[in-house]
């Protein structure tokens, strides 16, 4: 089971938004419903951010947000801030060995300009 | 409020096995599906199996199928994550993360992280 592709690193001004691409095969991301986001800082435990594709946890910015087509999902940034200088991953639900596991995107690291 | 907090970092020579543990705290323990997820330094997150604490099933990733095992010890709110033949590939964070119920398909709680050095 492959990684998940992402870009290897997205920036932008605050204030700006931004997009990271998360893009995998109709085997995960594209044939479930089931792509969830973490956010890492440095030497810190992964946060969710975003699971379902969509849905948010409460507590989380309402500046995240997630979307998907196709084989791709993507988790965009709002109005973005030196806080959210950090590594994201995607992660996918996928059944392609014939059991229920788990793939996680390569990550992208965000740079606040 | 749920905590999942693992055991300390580890020093492994090649060959050798390590057991991390990680300790459930604040919510009914088999209400939680257990995941083991790890991170090589500077690299990515790799998610490596699943344990049930309810009935104590597993699901472990292919890579490592044969090498790994998972438990759990109901009586101390306690999962265990096992791997054995060790090289300086498995130089790692090691993760628990915690599924908040069945089919939830995403981690909202995550241990501290245990550092696995294996070195010669």
């Known amino acids: 089971q492959s990684a998940l592709t992402q870009p290897a690193s997205v920036s932008g001004s605050p204030g700006q938004s931004i997009t990271i691409s998360c893009t995998g095969t109709n085997g995960d991301v594209g044939g479930y419903n089931l792509v969830s986001w973490y956010q890492q800082h440095p030497g810190k435990v992964p946060k969710l951010l975003i699971y379902e594709v969509t849905k948010r946890p409460s507590g989380v910015s309402f500046r995240f947000s997630g979307s998907k087509s196709g084989n791709t999902a993507s988790l965009t940034i709002s109005d973005i801030q030196a806080e959210d200088e950090a590594d994201y991953y995607c992660?996918?639900?996928?059944?392609?060995?014939?059991?229920?596991?788990?793939?996680f995107g390569t990550g992208a690291k965000v740079t606040v300009l | 409020q749920v905590q999942l907090v693992q055991s300390g970092a580890e020093v492994k020579k090649p060959g050798a096995s390590v057991k991390v543990s990680c300790k459930a705290s604040?919510?009914?323990?088999?209400?939680?599906?257990i995941h083991w997820v790890r991170q090589a330094p500077g690299q990515g997150l790799e998610w490596m199996g699943i344990i049930y604490p309810s009935s104590g099933s597993t699901i472990y990733t292919q890579k490592f199928q044969g090498r790994v095992t998972m438990t759990r010890d109901t009586s101390t709110s306690t999962v265990y994550m096992e791997l054995s033949s060790l090289s300086s590939e498995d130089t790692a964070v090691y993760f628990c993360a915690g599924e908040p119920y069945n089919r939830a398909y995403y981690f909202d709680y995550w241990g501290q992280g245990t550092l696995v050095t294996v070195s010669s």
């Open positions: 992660c996918s639900y996928t059944n392609i060995a014939g059991f229920g596991s788990y793939v």
């Open positions: 604040g919510y009914t323990f088999t209400s939680y599906n």
